[in-house]
């Protein structure tokens, strides 16, 4: 039975130490310890032996099966240490790449996107694109602009004053005399830039993007003006757009007119227009005939009012996107919200 036993010793052994996988090897532990193997069914049949044999067939089959499993185990530590250099170098990450999924670069932001598309619009139409400074005089911002010095938007409740001669620019317009300044006419501009009012609500904010418009020449007429408003709603809001101009009241424009676009959302699914409310029009900015008071702050850089006339017109570039992308509430464009953001990014 001893010779037995070293013999079952020697072929595990040897089994063992050839072992190419974890399986391989868990399948050999199987073959010579587990329930139905020779060696734990000789320890298990001692008992049954002469005597005199059972305490030295009992002693070295349990000296085998300790050195069988402390052999399997040392084994079983080499193999999976193989096996894991294997799988490391085979699925090698390279720690220098992005995280997965990699993060989107991101895009421009939607008022962004919206003046760089007006402004395309414009230099298309013969337009050179200008800016001026955000923090400017009162001469600038409302004096050489023809405002009444009683109205009401000088006031402090309505404008944000760096100090008495100084404010936050409540519109674009302080560019039309810069740049009448610096250059004489024919002009043509779009004055694109944040701008700054003391409003705050679903369709006003403290802080607005404006784009001006100034077109300067000997016999510009109204009939120009709208011909160029409604090249620029046809290319923003879609090619079969109709413009309206109504009547309204700017100290810097005479004849002044509101301009309405004729609506792009109504029977769009048969239900009442939420957008138009029900009149087809949709009111998109101010504009009107440069008031002959205003080139006579410039009439030495040669727009004297008895030979050249003008246009100019300003809308909100949030205006704009708010209607052509159907967002309710324009200080959705200042929460960061990226549930709105990446729709448009």
Not at 156 to 162: A, I, N
Not at 220 to 235: H, M, N, P, Q, W
Not at 305 to 318: H, S, T
Request: net charge negative; hydrophobic share 40%; proline share 7%.
């Amino acid at each position: 039975m001893l010779d037995r036993i070293d013999a079952i010793h020697d072929a595990a052994v040897a089994e063992i130490e050839s072992a190419g996988t974890a399986a391989a090897l868990e399948e050999l532990r199987v073959r010579h310890l587990g329930r139905k193997a020779e060696l734990p069914n000789i320890l298990r049949g001692v008992a049954q032996l002469p005597p005199e044999e059972r305490s030295a067939v009992g002693k070295r089959a349990n000296e085998v099966r300790r050195a069988l499993e402390a052999l399997i185990e040392d084994r079983s530590a080499a193999l999976e240490a193989t096996e894991l250099d294997a799988r490391l170098a085979r699925d090698r990450v390279d720690m220098t790449l992005p995280g997965n999924p990699p993060q989107p670069v991101g895009g421009l932001h939607l008022i962004t996107s919206t003046r760089r598309e007006i402004e395309d619009v414009f230099i298309g139409l013969g337009f050179d694109v200008v800016e001026g400074p955000e923090i400017d005089t009162v001469f600038y911002n409302f004096d050489a602009l023809n405002h009444d010095p009683a109205h009401p938007a000088r006031s402090r409740s309505d404008t944000f004053y760096v100090d008495d001669d100084t404010v936050l620019r409540t519109h674009t317009s302080p560019m039309q005399i810069r740049a009448m300044e610096k250059w004489p006419p024919p002009l043509s501009i779009i004055v694109p830039g944040r701008v700054y009012r003391r409003d705050s609500d679903a369709t006003h904010s403290p802080q607005f993007t404006q784009i001006e418009g100034l077109c300067v020449d000997v016999d510009i007429t109204l009939a120009d003006l709208k011909g160029v408003l409604l090249s620029f709603a046809r290319a923003i809001f879609g090619t079969d757009r109709e413009i309206r101009l109504r009547p309204h009241f700017f100290p810097f424009t005479e004849p002044s007119v509101e301009v309405d676009v004729s609506c792009f959302n109504c029977a769009r699914d048969g239900s009442p227009c939420r957008l138009c409310k029900g009149s087809g029009w949709i009111e998109i900015l101010g504009s009107g005939m440069v008031d002959p008071n205003v080139f006579a702050f410039v009439r030495e850089n040669g727009y004297d009012p008895e030979k050249v006339q003008g246009f100019a017109f300003g809308m909100g570039v949030e205006r704009i996107a708010m209607l052509k992308h159907g967002i309710p509430d324009l200080r959705m464009f200042y929460d960061n919200d990226l549930r709105l953001l990446e729709q448009f990014g």
